[in-house]
């Protein structure tokens, strides 16, 4: 449809609208090949989250044995959802000065229907 019939018909803003949205998913996926590599700094201890156990699966795909490097700035791949929910405990494992390598703390997915369940550790530096 040209200019002349979206003035017509009164659509002048929707084709404004629906030429912008383009433009903008067009301009977005070119750059997301170009996004640059995002390095975090060594803070603190290294946390590894772990998935022990998995009642359904996960809605997000993880599985039993996949594990994940986690920090209070970077959750990478693992759900959003429950990184939120156990974000100050990485916190204090991270921080910590007295944590052992050996000690664990387990957590359950904030979905009760899914029952995820994460072991947090210390890794090694």
Do not use: W
């Not at 017509?8 to 590599?37: C, F, Y």
């Not at 995002?38 to 603190?44: A, E």
């Not at 599985?63 to 959003?80: S, Y």
């Amino acid at each position: 449809m040209n200019r002349r019939n979206f003035v017509k018909n009164g659509l002048i803003g929707v084709g404004v609208a629906m030429t912008s949205s383009h433009l903008l998913a067009k301009e977005s996926a070119g750059k997301q090949t170009d996004k640059p590599h995002i390095r975090f700094p060594s803070v603190g201890n290294k946390i590894t989250a772990t998935i022990v156990s998995s009642e359904v699966p996960c809605t997000i795909g993880m599985k039993p044995g996949d594990e994940f490097d986690l920090g209070f700035r970077k959750c990478g791949d693992f759900c959003g959802f429950f990184y939120s929910s156990i974000h100050k405990s990485i916190m204090g494992l991270q921080f910590s000065q007295t944590a052992s390598p050996s000690e664990t703390h387990v957590f359950e997915c904030p979905n009760d229907k899914k029952r995820v369940k994460v072991e947090l550790r210390i890794g090694e530096a």
